[in-house]
C-alpha cells in the first residue's frame, strides 16, 4: 500500500509554493496525497514566522495536526514532520520543546522531503523528535522544470522570480531565515511561465522577497541598495518582463513585493508599454516620515516615496497601488503616525492594509527604546484603516456604471486588474460565469471593498 502524506500549508505566497514544490516532488517519488489528516501516514506543517502572530498559527496547527482533527485523532502510528521559515529559524529551539514532532526540516530540503518521509516512517514510535535543518542559511531556489502540486485553481499561479532579501530592514528577520537574494535566470522563468500559460492559467502572480531586485545579485557593479534598474546592468525585471510578455496567450503578469528603493523610470515606462503587465503595483512602503524610514532601516527617504507614488501613477495610465504600513513602531510619536495618517489620506492608495509592530526577536528593532504600548498600536491601526474605508468607499462609488474587464475565480466571484487574490477585493457576479475566463462586467454596486456587477 502507497504511503499518504497530508500537507498543511501557512503564510505568504512564497511559503504556498514551498508547499507546491514539496507535495510535487512526493508525487514524483510515488507518493500519495491526500487531504483527509486522518487518512495519512505523515502529516506536514509547513510554518510561517514572519511576525508573533504567524508563529502563534503555526504552533497552534502543530499542535492540532498532533491532537484532534474534526472526528478523528491522530493515529499512534502517523508521523509528524514540521517545515518551514518556523523550522528553519527555531529548530534547536522547538526540537525540545515540541516532543510531538517527529522530524523538522528546513527551506534547503524541499526536494528531499519524499526521502525525508521514508525516514520518519522507519523511526521507533515515540522518539525523540529529529532536528535535520542544515546548520547553514538557505541557498535552494526552484528552476522551471521543479515538480510542482499546484494548491490554487487552475486559472492563476504564483510564480518565485527569486529567494531570499539582501535588505537590512530593522523590524524584519527574512533574511535571517531565507538568506540573501538569489535571482532565476529569465529563461528559467519564461519557460515555467510557458507550461504554465499552456494548462490553462491566465494570471501569472510573480512573487519573491523583493521582485524589483531581481538579476541584481548577479550584477557585476552596481550592485548597492539603491542601484537603479537599467538594461546596462544585466538581467533585470524589465528583461523578465518583456521576456514573459512574449509568451503567446491572452493573461494578466502581476507584480507582487516590490521595494520603492528600486524602481526606475524605465520600469514604469516599461510597464506602461507592456499590455500583458497588469495595471497594479504591490509595493510595501511600511512607512512614510523620515525618522521612522531611517530607524526603520528602508534604504528610502520621504521625498523619494512621495515623489515616486506620482510617477507611478503619471506614469502608467490607470495603476491602481497597493500598499502596506506599519504602526506603532518603536519610538513612534503622535506626531510621526500623524504624519503617516495625512499620507495616506493624500495618496488616496487603491489598496492598502495596517500591520500592527511585531517585536521580533533577533531583529535590531526589537532591542530599541520606545517599544510602543499595544492599545496605542492597536487605536493608531483602527485610525488608519478608518481612512483607507473612507478612500476605499469612494473608489468604489466612482466605478459604478463602468464595464471593466475581469477574471472570473468562481461562478459568482471574479476580479478587476486591480484586485489580487486573497489579499483584495472581489466582484460579486449576480449572473453566474465560467471561472477561470475573462469576462466584461458592468459595476452595478459595491460594499467598501467588493464591488457588485
Known sequence: MATKVGLISLGCAKNLVDSEIMLGHLRSAGIDLTSDSADADVLIVNTCAFIDSAKTESISAILEAHRDRGLHRRRADQRLIVAGCMSQRFSTELTGELSEVDAFIGLDQLEEVAPIVRRVLARNPGAAPENLVPDHLPVYIP???????????????????????????????????????????????????????????????????DTTYFGMDRWTEGRGPRAQVTAARGENLIDLLEALSSVKGDFWIRLLYTHPAHWSDELIAAIARLPKVARYVDMPLQHVEEGMLRDMRRETSENHIRDLVKRLRAGIPGLAIRTTFIAGFPGETDAQFETLLGFIEESKFDRMGIFTYSQEQGSRAAKMEGQIAPSVKKSRYRKAMAAQQKIAKERAASLVGKKLRVLVDTPDTARTEADAPDVDGKVLLQKPLTPGEFSEVTITGHKIYDLIA
Open 143 to 209: 528552476d522551471f522544470n521543479t515538480p510542482r502540486w499546484r494548491l490554487t485553481p487552475k486559472h492563476f499561479a504564483y510564480v518565485k522570480i527569486a529567494e531570499g532579501c539582501n535588505h537590512p530592514c530593522s523590524f524584519c528577520v527574512i533574511p535571517q531565515m531565507r538568506g540573501k537574494h538569489r535571482s532565476r535566470t529569465i529563461e528559467s522563468i519564461r519557460r515555467e511561465a510557458e507550461q504554465l500559460v499552456s494548462e490553462g492559467v491566465k494570471e501569472l502572480l510573480l512573487i519573491s522577497q
